[in-house]
Nanobody, 127 residues
């Protein structure tokens, strides 16, 4: 089992920045990729960004490219999501997730790959 704990959400204004953190514990040696997903009210949960645990491969959804940056600290089993130039449409609950599945589409954010999920953290961007 892998446990994930997110932190760093909050209420900000249009154009502000936030950094989310996701600390992993448990069987972290089994992690192949970690990702951030988000779910806005009335919408499905979508991938935001994914990073491979060892190789630094990343995948970003188009709408966050150039604004969001994912990074990892393997020594501390933590993944970060730096979000700059936030927009109201970024408002959602953000979830950290981990995958032990090594299929190629897992690095593209295929939700079925991600067995472990955090509790979610609310990000609200006001206009």
């Amino acid at each position: 089992q892998v446990q994930l704990v997110e932190s760093g959400g909050g209420l900000v204004q249009d154009g502000d920045s936030l950094r989310l953190s996701c600390a992993a514990s448990g069987r972290t040696f089994s992690i192949y990729a970690m990702g951030w997903f988000r779910q806005a009210p009335g919408k499905e949960r979508d991938v935001v960004v994914v990073i491979s645990w060892s190789g630094g491969i990343t995948y970003y959804r188009d709408s966050v490219k150039g604004r969001f940056t994912i990074s990892r600290d393997n020594a501390n089993n933590t993944v970060y999501l730096q979000m700059n130039s936030l927009k109201p449409e970024d408002t959602a609950v953000y979830y950290c997730a981990a995958s032990s599945d090594r299929r190629w589409n897992c690095l593209r954010g295929e939700p079925n790959c991600y067995k472990y999920w955090g509790q979610g953290t609310q990000v609200t961007v006001s206009s």
